[in-house]
């Protein structure tokens, strides 16, 4: 008996905007679920790496797709840096 494999495709769609300023710009990272992350890059290396989870996949796209003034205000703990 012959078995016959079927293969699984997982494709996985991400949303970047980037923002820039003088010293660094920041990418912000949504693939459709309730996380962004968000990477530093300073000088074309990444110098940090931060998550922000949301309760929903609906406050992560408003979050999202918000005025970028909503994100300044952000505070980050638990950041991963020196990368």
Do not use: C
Request: charged share 30%; hydrophobic share 40%.
């Amino acid at each position: 008996m012959k078995m016959m494999l079927k293969r699984v495709w997982k494709v996985r769609y991400m949303i970047r905007k980037y923002e820039f300023y003088p010293e660094f710009q920041d990418l912000f990272e949504y693939d459709g679920n309730n996380e962004i992350e968000l990477v530093r890059i300073k000088g074309g290396r990444s110098i940090r790496r931060d998550w922000f989870v949301f309760g929903s996949m609906d406050e992560a796209l408003i979050f999202f797709n918000g005025p970028i003034t909503n994100k300044k205000a952000y505070s980050v703990t638990g950041s991963v840096t020196g990368l």
